[in-house]
């Protein structure tokens, strides 16, 4: 408890003071950009080249700094990372070195030799990013077809089931107009299988802007959704494994009002690293980067100029606002409020 405290202080003072006083405990890693989905609400498949991948033995590098700095989880995402030929060997790197290592996937690829070699290889957290259970939606929004989410999420069960009955699966869901009215079925579903479930709502990226506004939330959609988050408070507080604090499910309808949003003390920049497709180095994902891995250490970047800027400029409500569960969570459980 103690500890807690102590942690909680310093981290508070560094929000003041623009100057970390802790390390962050997560980094997000993109490690690929290629993906087979085509989701409307995402960019980062437009570069599809394989020779954009950053070597093994680079992430390898990158593993040995984050060591060094005291990071101890790694979420490792994409694109899809299931695309990698050498993610298993990434992985059992991560795990040799200690780190609580997460996986977030599409889900298409997880077949069950597959899903048996990610178990095997360590991983904590297995999380399968499905928006709905309804094939229609699913295709209209993601581009590809349901049912080999379905098979793969199958076998993943199966696995863990039989053989890792510690690993956590979870499902991610991003709430769109066309989904609201499935996200309770989608959640309910993941607590049957015994699956943590996580939503968080679709952010605006300036690149792809005009196709956001084709599947952001209307005016019946948000009343519909406040009825639906608050089932999923009834639903939290009755046992469900739904991850998202209360406070966060509560404002989710807020946010689509209000286009953007941000916590009165945002703790981006403090609690968490983000690592782009380029090895640059992100504050927020909503961010520029501040610096890039290939170019410096990751201890000189999270203590430099660059990244104090940032900081500052977060605290000072310069950004452009989002409502990333990533951050905007860490920042409730501070005290902050939106």
Known sequence: ML??????????????????????????????????????????????????????????????????????????????PLLRADLIEIIDRAVEMGFSTRLITNGRLLQNDLAYALASAGLTKIAVSLDSLVPEVYFKVRGMPLKPVLDGLESLRR????????????????????????????????????????????????????????IWPGPEDIAGLEQVCQQLIMRKQSGYQITNQEDYLRNIPTFFKRISMRPKRCMAGFIRLNIDKDFGVRPCWM??????????????IWFSKAFRRARKAIRKGQCPGCFFPCHIEGSYSLGART
């Not at 003072?13 to 970390?20: A, E, F, I, R, T």
């Not at 593993?63 to 989880?73: N, P, S, T, Y």
């Not at 890039?292 to 990751?298: L, M, P, Q, T």
């Open 159 to 214: 696995v863990r089931d039989a053989h890792f009955p510690a690993l956590k699966i979870a499902l991610y869901a991003v709430i769109h107009r066309f989904n609201v009215d499935s996200l309770v079925e989608l959640v309910d579903f993941a607590e049957s299988q015994g699956f943590q479930s996580y939503v968080q709502p679709v952010q605006i990226e300036a690149p792809i802007r005009e196709r956001i506004a084709k």
């Open 287 to 300: 961010l520029d980067p501040v610096g890039n891995v290939k170019e410096e250490d990751i201890g000189t």
């Open 3 to 80: 500890g807690k405290i102590w942690q909680r202080g310093r981290l508070l003072l560094s929000y003041y003071l623009d100057w970390p006083l802790v390390v962050p405990r997560t980094c997000s890693v993109g490690v690929t950009t290629r993906c087979n989905s085509r989701c409307l609400y995402c960019s980062t498949w437009h570069n599809q080249a394989a020779d954009l991948d950053h070597e093994t033995d680079e992430f390898f590098s990158l593993f040995g700094d984050l060591e060094k700095l005291g990071v101890q989880e790694i979420l490792l995402s994409g694109g899809e």
